[in-house]
């Protein structure tokens, strides 16, 4: 079945650094993904609509300049988390869409979780 | 746009018994409604959907009622076990659009053995 990769599954960084966070559709190619935060016993909050080849959309009060979203090809959108601080440690989380159907609407990854110190 | 609500937020069942978890949407064009279960520091794992032109789904233990007047559906567990425990989330979007997923609150079920 299709499969969502996400990496890294954790990582620490300091405050005022960039992190990077990568989301692969393995077997499938993905035109829209879609990225996630999760805080500690919350839902989903969906940050983002990334579209391969465009600008992503953005949710109401995420900031686009801060959390840098790039879908360059039809299996990898990156997130990019710049100048993290403490308040961005949270779970992260992309799903992509299988525009060829099948059963599901979106297939989920297994989620990043970024700390920041 | 949509608004998912999601009870209980927190269910402890003794192993054996059924869990029943239920969603309200308010979006009538909704027509896609899925079911997640995530553990503890994974991401969430489709458990069973359920589409507009069908009423009810079952697959084994696991079971998804749709009632599209009042615009609620709901998850029914039946003969619970330990490993049922985790937290569920239901979801409503519309299907074939590309368009994102709205979740409930989610739910911390719990099976005592």
């Known amino acids: 079945g299709a499969v969502v990769s996400q990496h890294p599954s954790w990582v620490i960084c300091k405050s005022g650094t960039s992190v990077k966070i990568e989301c692969r559709s393995l077997d499938f190619q993905a035109t829209t993904m879609f990225w996630y935060r999760q805080f500690p016993k919350q839902s989903l909050m969906l940050m983002a609509t990334?579209?391969?080849?465009?600008?992503?959309?953005?949710e109401q009060g995420v900031e686009k300049d801060k959390f840098l979203i790039n879908h360059a090809s039809l299996t990898l959108s990156t997130l990019t988390v710049t100048s993290a601080h403490p308040e961005d440690s949270s779970f992260y989380i992309c799903?992509?869409?299988?525009?060829?159907?099948?059963?599901?609407?979106?297939?989920f990854g297994p989620g990043t979780r970024l700390t920041v110190t | 746009g949509e608004n998912v609500e999601q009870h209980p937020s927190t269910l402890s069942v003794q192993e054996g018994d059924s869990a029943v978890i239920k969603c309200t949407y308010s979006?009538?064009?909704?027509?896609?409604f899925p079911w997640y279960k995530q553990e503890l520091g994974k991401g969430p794992q489709l458990i069973i959907d359920?589409?507009?032109?069908?009423g009810e789904k079952k697959d084994q233990r696991i079971a998804v009622t749709l009632n599209k007047t009042a615009k609620h559906f709901s998850l029914h567990i039946t003969e619970t076990q330990p490993e049922d425990s985790a937290v569920y989330f239901c979801?409503?979007?519309?299907?074939?659009?590309?368009?994102?997923?709205?979740f409930g609150t989610g739910t911390s079920l719990t099976v005592i053995p």
């Open positions: 979801a409503a979007s519309k299907a074939n659009t590309g368009n994102q997923f709205y």
């Open positions: 359920i589409r507009s032109n069908v």
């Open positions: 990334s579209n391969e080849g465009s600008k992503a959309t953005y």
């Open positions: 979006d009538s064009a909704s027509n896609y």
């Open positions: 799903s992509a869409r299988n525009p060829a159907g099948g059963p599901r609407e979106q297939y």
